[in-house]
């Protein structure tokens, strides 16, 4: 059976009143009857000590005798007494434990023998019956214990005051439960209003509406989360967007090899008998498929790297090696387009992933061949800036405006189309590396060449340490 959240609340809100309020009741309520017990034994004790003092003077002052003999010739007389002056009911008793004096012999007498005893052996002693009280302590005389006394007075008017207090705390508990549970009521039905909301909007995003506005508005718990819904509502929908936009690219670009491949094959087909048209179409066919080839592989590479987890193998990589290294392997495709590499490498050294990095420099260096000039020059510089490395890979080629710089490490994003497609291109070269210097806690820039004229890519990373010392 199900339970609403707000019925659970409610009823745990209304369960710690009721037990608050109960343990509030009963200290308070036994405090009361503890200082009231505490307030009747003192004045009992006083009203003890008159009576001693009563008993003590008129045996001194009177005709000696035993003390036997004086308890049982004016005890009636001193309980009278007595009981006039402290208004209760005074029963006197010899060392014996006979009675001697009673302030209202015609009123029938509680049992107690036990408690008498007790004030015979030199002890104090009381017994609560109903609305009375039986007070029974010794009684002194000037050669030691005379007898006993025994003062009798009603817990009526105690006993109603707590009766009243026990009642006032029911009636204001009962009061405050009720008001409490309310309110606590009204207050969960708000926040489950709140939650509720909360889910209609998951349940919209799951099925594909997605959120212009944060389902809450508070400054509170509830709001943050509707607030992170919100912003979840968002990513999801920009994530989704940027696939459909990735699908819709890459399947355009599939197509215009996969074309030109059909087409050529047709024309083999057609023509295979003609030497000059073999060539043509093998030379086309194997150009696209090789295109074919690094798109699919850099698509895929670039999904991964957006979808699971990074492998980082780090360790010391010396830039200008490696970039003087990947100049003289990529030094015979420049030559084939009358381009010139020239290399200002101060030594520089990183911590970052081998592999990674001559992806990253390998992709740039021929990216400055493809898009470069004819008998244009490819410079290549690492440089120290205090705790950084600096990379930078300069052309003299065709450039990029400045309204395409934003947009140059999109998927698929190509400044020159006719010029991408011609040397094969793909649009996603840059947006590969970018994401490969990120993974490298590296920065990546664009930035005009020398005189505005071709192109800086700029990178910057951490300079590698050993043992607290820069490395160079």
């Not at 047709?266 to 023509?271: E, F, G, N």
Request: glycine share 6%; charged share 20%.
């Amino acid at each position: 059976m199900r339970v609403s959240l707000k019925w659970k609340f409610t009823w745990f809100l209304a369960a710690l009143l009721l037990f608050t309020i109960a343990i509030l009741s009963s200290l308070v309520l036994n405090g009361v009857a503890h200082y009231q017990q505490k307030q009747m034994e003192a004045m009992l004790a006083r009203q003890v000590q008159t009576a001693q003092t009563q008993v003590t003077q008129q045996y001194a002052s009177g005709t000696q005798v035993s003390p036997r003999t004086f308890l049982h010739v004016e005890g009636q007389k001193l309980a009278v007494e007595a009981g006039a002056t402290s208004g209760m009911r005074v029963i006197l008793y010899d060392a014996d434990g006979t009675l001697v004096g009673d302030s209202l012999p015609m009123t029938g007498r509680a049992e107690v023998q036990d408690a008498l005893q007790a004030a015979l052996d030199n002890k104090i002693a009381y017994i609560t019956e109903g609305d009375s009280l039986q007070y029974l302590a010794p009684v002194f005389g000037p050669e030691g214990q005379l007898g006993v006394i025994q003062l009798q007075t009603s817990l009526t008017a105690q006993h109603a005051f707590y009766q009243q207090l026990l009642w006032l705390f029911l009636s204001v508990g009962a009061a405050v439960l009720l008001i409490s549970f309310l309110f606590g009521l009204f207050y969960m039905n708000r926040q489950a209003r709140a939650i509720a909301q909360l889910k209609t909007e998951t349940d919209r995003i799951r099925t594909g509406k997605y959120s212009s506005t944060p389902a809450l508005a508070r400054q509170d718990e509830l709001g943050e989360l509707g607030q992170g819904i919100f912003e979840m509502s968002q990513a999801i929908e920009s994530i989704l967007r940027s696939q459909k936009q990735f699908i819709n690219n890459i399947s355009h670009e599939f197509k215009t090899p996969l074309t030109s491949i059909k087409a050529y094959a047709d024309l083999l087909h057609m023509y295979g008998d003609d030497p000059a048209m073999i060539r043509e179409s093998s030379e086309a066919i194997q150009k696209e498929s090789s295109r074919l080839y690094e798109l699919v592989e850099t698509a895929l590479r670039l999904a991964a790297l957006e979808s699971y987890e990074f492998a980082h193998q780090p360790e010391r990589v010396d830039v200008h090696t490696l970039l003087e290294d990947l100049c003289a392997r990529l030094n015979g495709k420049a030559n084939q387009q009358g381009i010139t590499f020239h290399t200002q490498l101060q030594p520089a050294s990183i911590w970052a992933d081998r592999a990674s990095m001559v992806h990253i420099l390998l992709n740039l260096l021929d990216n400055a061949i493809k898009y470069n000039t004819q008998h244009g020059t490819v410079t290549a510089i690492t440089r120290r800036h205090g705790s950084q490395v600096e990379v930078i890979i300069r052309d003299t080629g065709i450039g990029i405006p400045e309204e395409a710089k934003q947009r140059i490490f999109e998927p698929f994003y190509t400044v020159h189309a006719d010029r991408a497609r011609q040397s094969g291109g793909t649009g996603l070269v840059l947006a590969l590396v970018h994401q490969l210097v990120e993974k490298q806690d590296g920065q990546i820039r664009i930035e005009d060449g020398p005189d505005g004229r071709g192109t800086s890519v700029m990178l910057r990373f951490d300079a590698y340490f050993s043992d607290g010392l820069l490395q160079v």
